[in-house]
C-alpha cells in the first residue's frame, strides 16, 4: 500500500501544472485560516468603511487620523480575534495635511480629489486617558506617531472604501468552507446510500436510484434555491444546500464501482466467512474505490466553489456585511462599463484561479489512478 501511495504521489509530481495547483490549493487555505493576521484591515468581515476613499484604484494610498470612538468595543482574548477579527477602536479619517496648533490639531480633510475641509481636533480629546497626563509636546508626538499612519491600498478599495485586498483574503474563507462542508456532506451521503444501493441492490438499488433520478433531472441551481429559501438564508445554511444537493453524482460513482467489486471473488470469499455485510462494504469494498472517491472529492469542491460564488451574485449566498468572492463581483460588476473594472475583475480572478487548480488537481488524480495507464 505504502508503494502505491509513493507511485502516485511520483506520478503527480512529474506535472508542474499539479504542483502549481497544490501551490495555489495550500496557499489559499492557509491565507483563509490566518485571514485577519495577514490583512491590513483586521476588524470583523474587514468592514472598516472609509467613504471618502470609496473605489480607489490599486496602489493608491491615503494619510489618515485614527480617532478614538465612542463606544468601547467588548474585549476578547487574542486567540479568539484570529478567527473573528478585531473591532478597531479607532474611526480613520483620510487627510491631505495636519498641523498643531497650541492644544488643537487641525487637518485638511480630503473628501474626493480637489476637495477638502479643514477639521480641528482637541490634542486631548484624540488620546487615550492614560497619555492624557504627558505634557503638550509629549501628548503631540504619540498623536504622530500612534494615531497617524500612512496606508496604501494595494487591491484598491470598494466602492463603500473598504480594502479590497482585506475582504478578498476574509472572503477566501467562505470559498474554502463550502467547499470542506460540501465535499464532507456529499461524500457521507453519496458513500452511504451509493455502497448500500450497489452492494444490495434489488428493491434498495431500485429505490436509491428513483431518488438519484429525480433529483438528477432537477436543476442544480434551482434545488438550491429551493432549499436555501427552506432553510433560510446565511453562513451555514448555504454550506449545507450546496452539500445536500452535490451527493448526487458521488452516490452514481459510488454505486458503479460497488456492482462491480461486490462480484469480486475476495468478496465472496468474505461472505462465505460468515463477515457482516457492513464489514465487507466498508472494510473490503471502500477502501478499493478510494480512488475515484478522492477524484469526485476535487471536482464537488470546484463545482461547490462556483455554485457559492453564483448564490451569492444573485443575493442568496452569504449576507453583507460578511466578505464573499461572489458578492464582491456582485457589488462592482457595474464598474466593468467604467474606469474602475478591477473592483470585480480582481475576485473573478481568485475563483478562477482555485477552481483551476482544484480541476487539475482532480484530473491528475484521475490519470494517476488508473490502473490501465503505463
Given at each position: 500500500?505504502?508503494?502505491?501511495?509513493?507511485?502516485?504521489?511520483?506520478?503527480?509530481?512529474?506535472?508542474?501544472?499539479?504542483?502549481?495547483?497544490?501551490?495555489?490549493?495550500?496557499?489559499?487555505?492557509?491565507?483563509?485560516?490566518?485571514?485577519?493576521?495577514?490583512?491590513?484591515?483586521?476588524?470583523?468581515?474587514?468592514?472598516?468603511?472609509?467613504?471618502?476613499?470609496?473605489?480607489?484604484?490599486?496602489?493608491?494610498?491615503?494619510?489618515?487620523?485614527?480617532?478614538?470612538?465612542?463606544?468601547?468595543?467588548?474585549?476578547?482574548?487574542?486567540?479568539?480575534?484570529?478567527?473573528?477579527?478585531?473591532?478597531?477602536?479607532?474611526?480613520?479619517?483620510?487627510?491631505?495635511?495636519?498641523?498643531?496648533?497650541?492644544?488643537?490639531?487641525?487637518?485638511?480633510?480630503?473628501?474626493?480629489?480637489?476637495?477638502?475641509?479643514?477639521?480641528?481636533?482637541?490634542?486631548?480629546?484624540?488620546?487615550?486617558?492614560?497619555?492624557?497626563?504627558?505634557?503638550?509636546?509629549?501628548?503631540?508626538?504619540?498623536?504622530?506617531?500612534?494615531?497617524?499612519?500612512?496606508?496604501?491600498?494595494?487591491?484598491?478599495?470598494?466602492?463603500?472604501?473598504?480594502?479590497?485586498?482585506?475582504?478578498?483574503?476574509?472572503?477566501?474563507?467562505?470559498?474554502?468552507?463550502?467547499?470542506?462542508?460540501?465535499?464532507?456532506?456529499?461524500?457521507?451521503?453519496?458513500?452511504?446510500?451509493?455502497?448500500?444501493?450497489?452492494?444490495?441492490?434489488?428493491?434498495?438499488?431500485?429505490?436509491?436510484?428513483?431518488?438519484?433520478?429525480?433529483?438528477?433531472?432537477?436543476?442544480?441551481?434551482?434545488?438550491?434555491?429551493?432549499?436555501?429559501?427552506?432553510?433560510?438564508?446565511?453562513?451555514?445554511e448555504i454550506f449545507i444546500a450546496i452539500g445536500l444537493t452535490m451527493w448526487v453524482s458521488a452516490a452514481r460513482?459510488?454505486?458503479?464501482?460497488?456492482?462491480?467489486?461486490?462480484?469480486?471473488?475476495?468478496?465472496?470469499?468474505?461472505?462465505?466467512?460468515?463477515?457482516?455485510?457492513?464489514?465487507?462494504?466498508?472494510?473490503?469494498?471502500?477502501?478499493?474505490?478510494?480512488?475515484?472517491?478522492?477524484?469526485?472529492?476535487?471536482?464537488?469542491?470546484?463545482?461547490?466553489?462556483?455554485?457559492?460564488?453564483?448564490?451569492?451574485?444573485?443575493?442568496?449566498?452569504?449576507?453583507?456585511?460578511?466578505?464573499?468572492?461572489?458578492?464582491?463581483?456582485?457589488?462592482?460588476?457595474?464598474?466593468?462599463?467604467?474606469?474602475?473594472?478591477?473592483?470585480?475583475?480582481?475576485?473573478?480572478?481568485?475563483?478562477?484561479?482555485?477552481?483551476?487548480?482544484?480541476?487539475?488537481?482532480?484530473?491528475?488524480?484521475?490519470?494517476?489512478?488508473?490502473?490501465?495507464?503505463?
Amino acid at each position: 500500500m505504502a508503494n502505491a501511495d509513493t507511485s502516485i504521489t511520483r506520478k503527480l509530481l512529474r506535472r508542474p501544472s499539479v504542483i502549481v495547483a497544490v501551490s495555489i490549493i495550500v496557499l489559499t487555505c492557509l491565507l483563509a485560516l490566518f485571514a485577519y493576521v495577514f490583512a491590513p484591515d483586521a476588524t470583523p468581515d474587514a468592514n472598516r468603511m472609509i467613504v471618502e476613499l470609496g473605489a480607489r484604484s490599486p496602489g493608491f494610498n491615503k494619510e489618515l487620523l485614527l480617532v478614538p470612538k465612542r463606544v468601547i468595543q467588548e474585549d476578547k482574548n487574542s486567540f479568539a480575534y484570529l478567527f473573528t477579527g478585531k473591532p478597531s477602536a479607532y474611526q480613520a479619517v483620510p487627510f491631505n495635511q495636519y498641523q498643531f496648533t497650541g492644544d488643537k490639531l487641525v487637518i485638511h480633510h480630503y473628501i474626493d480629489e480637489g476637495l477638502q475641509d479643514t477639521i480641528s481636533y482637541a490634542v486631548k480629546e484624540l488620546l487615550p486617558a492614560d497619555k492624557r497626563v504627558l505634557s503638550l509636546q509629549e501628548q503631540q508626538q504619540y498623536i504622530a506617531q500612534h494615531q497617524i499612519e500612512h496606508r496604501r491600498f494595494y487591491l484598491g478599495t470598494d466602492r463603500y472604501g473598504r480594502d479590497i485586498l482585506s475582504r478578498l483574503l476574509v472572503g477566501s474563507r467562505v470559498s474554502v468552507a463550502v467547499g470542506f462542508v460540501a465535499v464532507i456532506l456529499s461524500l457521507t451521503i453519496g458513500i452511504i446510500l451509493g455502497a448500500v444501493a450497489g452492494y444490495f441492490g434489488g428493491w434498495v438499488d431500485n429505490t436509491v436510484m428513483w431518488v438519484i433520478n429525480i433529483l438528477w433531472s432537477i436543476p442544480t441551481l434551482l434545488l438550491v434555491f429551493a432549499i436555501t429559501l427552506t432553510i433560510g438564508k446565511g453562513f451555514w445554511e448555504i454550506f449545507i444546500a450546496i452539500g445536500l444537493t452535490m451527493w448526487v453524482s458521488a452516490a452514481r460513482l459510488i454505486r458503479g464501482q460497488v456492482l462491480v467489486l461486490r462480484e469480486m471473488e475476495y468478496i465472496t470469499a468474505a461472505k462465505a466467512l460468515g463477515l457482516n455485510d457492513l464489514r465487507i462494504i466498508f472494510r473490503h469494498i471502500l477502501p478499493n474505490i478510494a480512488g475515484p472517491i478522492m477524484v469526485i472529492a476535487a471536482s464537488n469542491f470546484a463545482t461547490a466553489i462556483l455554485v457559492e460564488a453564483g448564490l451569492s451574485f444573485l443575493g442568496i449566498g452569504v449576507q453583507p456585511p460578511m466578505p464573499s468572492w461572489g458578492l464582491m463581483i456582485k457589488e462592482h460588476y457595474n464598474f466593468l462599463l467604467t474606469n474602475r473594472p478591477m473592483l470585480a475583475i480582481i475576485p473573478g480572478i481568485a475563483i478562477m484561479l482555485l477552481v483551476y487548480a482544484f480541476n487539475v488537481l482532480g484530473n491528475a488524480l484521475r490519470d494517476a489512478l488508473d490502473v490501465t495507464d503505463n
